[in-house]
């Protein structure tokens, strides 16, 4: 509705008169005006990884070291909830949205966040992340959280934050307004959304050698409808488990630091049922409505499907998902950590089987992919994801260690990055997903003397410094950027199109001019205008 071919904008289409062009050196309107990506990288300051930084924007999003063979990656943008892991390691924690090709799309509000990616709400494609107390994997609270979930639009607009009020106890001095944990924020086709919480409560530690009364957290699985904001299902594990199936050591427990014993990190509904992993019981189970196991599957004898394939075990596992279900048959993934402890060296997998359903002994599962780097492994404890991607590939997202890897349908890394120094920046998980937005704000532009033999100094024979940048901060389908300048507001003509250039394209002005104005250019048409900056 807004936007352009205004009379205004109209006007600004006319050829500039020619005193004016003469004296500022316009040329014809249609005219390609050199360009070149504004970034700059700024490398290591002790510990902190190289970042990105621009003119037109105070964003500092992490330069990946990229490694990648040529051959065919999957189309999509990477969403990375970028956090330090205990110490500084990162120049800006922020969920970033950017390409394989290390450009930035876009930057959101600084703090932790966790689980960022897209995903639809009824048919408006969205993207979510949590935010709130407590951390994915580092800190006093690690592991869990209290929060909300995000949910804004494709102009960046927050148009809802899921805080659920589940009456939670809370560990001793931990408080929060809402309820939700840091694993799960999965919209349903049911206009519901599944988040884990963590609840403080009591239980009989007797058969771990602990009390009759000991503290420990019970990890819930929560379905809220979106509408009513009110949870429609609940599952407890304390509720349908013994607390012995645990793998987790137990010591000691109190309400300041109950005792973890199922750890509840992912939730997945299929059709009117829930795929709840547990990471501490290295198990995962299929839950019905009624809160009944219909099934369950362990990472050491394979549980109601009593085996596993040959060498295939799993542990400390992370983002169970379901897919190609029939009667008969489904796949299961996962990202299998694969150890507990920073200092085990065994390489975290991307591991899928093939179910037989119902489970029985005849039909044992079957090895589909068991992924992971043979020349560079990566061992994470804590966090990460695997999914397929639209091409037949996967994409692998490491957690608690900056790592995330592409791999080809038969295994093959074809696409490896780092995004901070070993153990020092994290990402609970990453996605690689369609993504197209344009900002409700406007195109940013700042117009500054360029330094000495910039990149733009030879361009067209042009003997000015005065050099243009801009961005516009999450614009997923920019083309180009037209160009107005004059010696005043009234007198604007078009100097010509930059074609975009990464985040920021920076491009050469010619002197003597005294305002520019920018207008993005997408599909042909100019949707939105930067404001008019003074030189
Ligand atoms: C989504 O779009 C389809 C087809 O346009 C329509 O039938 C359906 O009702 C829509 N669903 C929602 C939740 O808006
Ligand atoms: C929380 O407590 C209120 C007041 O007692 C009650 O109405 C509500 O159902 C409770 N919610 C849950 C999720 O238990
Ligand atoms: C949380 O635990 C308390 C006991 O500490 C219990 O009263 C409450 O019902 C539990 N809440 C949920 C949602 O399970
Ligand atoms: C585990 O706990 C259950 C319930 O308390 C008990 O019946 C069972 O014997 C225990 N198993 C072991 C191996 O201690
Ligand atoms: C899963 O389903 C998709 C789409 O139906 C199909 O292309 C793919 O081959 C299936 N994967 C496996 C391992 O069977
Ligand atoms: C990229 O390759 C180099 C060796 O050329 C290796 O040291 C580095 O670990 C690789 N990076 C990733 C993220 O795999």
């Not at 309107?29 to 990105?52: E, M, Y």
């Not at 995000?150 to 960046?156: G, K, L, N, R, V």
């Not at 085996?307 to 279900?325: G, K």
Request: glycine letters at 8%; one cysteine or more; hydrophobic letters at 35%.
């Amino acid at each position: 509705m807004h936007y352009f071919l205004s009379t205004i904008a109209v006007g600004w289409f006319i050829a500039p008169a020619p005193a004016l062009a003469r004296s500022i050196g316009i040329g014809s309107g249609s005219s390609t005006l050199c360009a070149t990506n504004g970034r700059q990288v700024t490398h290591h300051d002790s510990n902190i990884w190289p970042w990105q930084t621009y003119q037109s924007s105070n964003i500092t999003p992490p330069y990946l070291t990229i490694n990648r063979t040529g051959e065919d990656l999957a189309s999509g943008l990477l969403f990375i909830g970028q956090e330090n892991d205990g110490s500084t390691g990162v120049k800006q924690v922020s969920p970033f949205i950017l390409t394989h090709d290390n450009e930035l799309v876009w930057g959101g509000p600084e703090g932790d966040s966790s689980n960022f990616r897209q995903q639809y709400w009824g048919n408006q494609s969205v993207i979510t992340f949590w935010i709130g107390t407590g951390k994915a994997a580092y800190g006093a609270d690690a592991g869990r959280g209290w929060g909300k979930v995000q949910i804004y639009d494709d102009q960046y607009q927050l148009i809802k934050s899921v805080c659920p009020r589940l009456n939670l106890t809370m560990p001793t001095g931990t408080t929060t307004d809402c309820d939700a944990d840091v694993h799960e924020s999965f919209i349903t086709e049911d206009n519901t959304i599944l988040v884990t919480a963590y609840n403080t409560t009591q239980a009989d530690l007797t058969s771990l050698g602990g009390p009759k009364d000991g503290w420990v957290y019970d990890s819930i699985a929560v379905e809220i409808d979106l509408a009513t904001n009110e949870p429609v299902f609940i599952w407890s594990p304390l509720a349908h488990l013994d607390i012995n199936s645990t793998h987790e050591e137990y010591s000691s427990s109190s309400q300041t630091a109950p005792f973890d014993w199922f750890h509840i990190n992912s939730v997945q509904k299929w059709n009117d049922h829930y795929l709840i992993n547990s990471r501490h019981l290295w198990r995962t189970y299929l839950v019905n409505r009624q809160g009944e196991v219909v099934w369950y599957i362990d990472g050491e004898d394979g549980g109601s499907f009593e085996s596993l394939p040959n060498d295939i075990t799993f542990s400390w596992q992370h983002m169970a998902r379901l897919r190609n279900v029939s009667s008969t048959q489904a796949l299961i993934s996962w990202f299998a950590n694969d150890l507990d402890t920073a200092t085990s060296t065994v390489p975290s997998k991307g591991l899928t089987l093939r179910l037989t359903l119902p489970p029985s002994p005849e039909h044992p599962p079957e090895l589909v992919t068991n992924f992971y780097d043979h020349q560079y492994p990566v061992s994470s404890a804590a966090e990460g994801s695997f999914f397929p991607l639209p091409n037949g590939n996967t994409l692998m997202g490491y957690g608690d260690e900056p790592y995330i890897k592409e791999y080809g349908p038969k295994g093959d890394v074809r696409w490896s990055a780092q995004f901070a120094g070993y153990d020092l920046g994290q990402s609970y998980r990453v996605y690689k997903q369609q993504w197209q937005a344009t900002p409700s704000t406007r195109p940013s532009l700042v117009v500054t003397k360029a330094v000495a033999n910039d990149d733009l100094k030879q361009c067209a024979g042009k003997s000015s410094s005065l050099r243009g940048y801009v961005s516009w901060n999450g614009a997923t389908a920019v083309e180009k950027y037209r160009v107005y300048a004059g010696i005043d507001s009234r007198s604007l003509q078009i100097l010509g199109d930059v074609d975009k250039k990464g985040f920021e394209t920076k491009f050469s002005l010619p002197s003597g001019i005294k305002v520019v104005k920018v207008a993005a250019i997408q599909a042909g048409k100019i949707i939105r205008k930067s404001a008019i900056v003074r030189v």
